[in-house]
T-cell receptor, first 115, second 111 residues
Framework: DAGVIQSPRHEVTEMGQEVTLRCKPISGHNSLFWYRQTMMRGLELLIYFNNNVPIDDSGMPEDRFSAKMPNASFSTLKIQPSEPRDSAVYFC?????????????FGQGTRLTVV | GENVEQHPSTLSVQEGDSAVIKCTYSDSASNYFPWYKQELGKGPQLIIDIRSNVGEKKDQRIAVTLNKTAKHFSLHITETQPEDSAVYFCAVNSGNTPLVFGKGTRLSVIA
């Protein structure tokens, strides 16, 4: 397996534009997580899915953020409209089971810059 | 919810010396304690983990110790090498909750 695949690797966009980040989890993994990484806050959990169902989105900072998982092999994180303070590295991770002492495998991340 | 504190935030050591990174947590029900290494431009990758029924685990040059009473655990890297330079994250979870990460430690190994 190629691991967790994220696209794009880098995204530069203007304030107010819509941004969509994409993730393909490892085949067979039941849980998917979206994290945001900044120098100030470290790795923050935004939302996670179990068997394609959103379980907890309390980490989503604002209504401008939304995430979907239409099937077991694809998830998106959308920011609309984007703001400069959204600039960060966004990671997608997947694991075989939710929590339950299961290793989380991370993608390479998407570096988002909002100007 | 769970609160994880990690120290130090940066650490510089001479090649060949040991490095120790410490984390404390708040939820006494937590039972899984992994450590992740993040190299530049990459996502975090698991390097070692420990479960609550074990006090220490070792894998070649890295080891993790756990003190459940005091609610802290540590990563030990011996005989450090330049390729150990990276950001290290501790994490904690209990039951079916997702991992909660510390803020990371930037380790620099000076040749």
């Amino acid at each position: 397996d190629a691991g967790v695949i994220q696209s794009p690797r880098h995204e530069v966009t203007e304030m107010g534009q819509e941004v969509t980040l994409r993730c393909k989890p490892i085949s067979g993994h039941n849980s998917l997580f979206w994290y945001r990484q900044t120098m100030m806050r470290g790795l923050e959990l935004l939302i996670y899915f179990n068997n394609n169902v959103p379980i907890d989105d309390s980490g989503m900072p604002e209504d401008r953020f939304s995430a979907k998982m239409p099937n077991a092999s694809f998830s998106t994180l959308k920011i609309q409209p984007s703001e400069p303070r959204d600039s960060a590295v966004y990671f997608c991770a997947s694991s075989q089971e939710q929590g339950a002492q299961s290793e989380a495998f991370f993608g390479q991340g998407t570096r988002l810059t909002v100007v | 919810g769970e609160n994880v504190e990690q120290h130090p935030s940066t650490l510089s050591v001479q090649e060949g010396d040991s490095a120790v990174i410490k984390c404390t947590y708040s939820d006494s029900a937590s039972n899984y304690f992994p450590w992740y290494k993040q190299e530049l431009g990459k996502g975090p990758q698991l390097i070692i983990d420990i479960r609550s029924n074990v006090g220490e685990k070792k894998d070649q040059r890295i080891a993790v110790t756990l003190n459940k009473t005091a609610k802290h655990f540590s990563l030990h890297i011996t005989e450090t090498q330049p390729e150990d330079s990276a950001v290290y994250f501790c994490a904690v979870n209990s039951g079916n909750t997702p991992l909660v990460f510390g803020k990371g430690t930037r380790l620099s190994v000076i040749a």
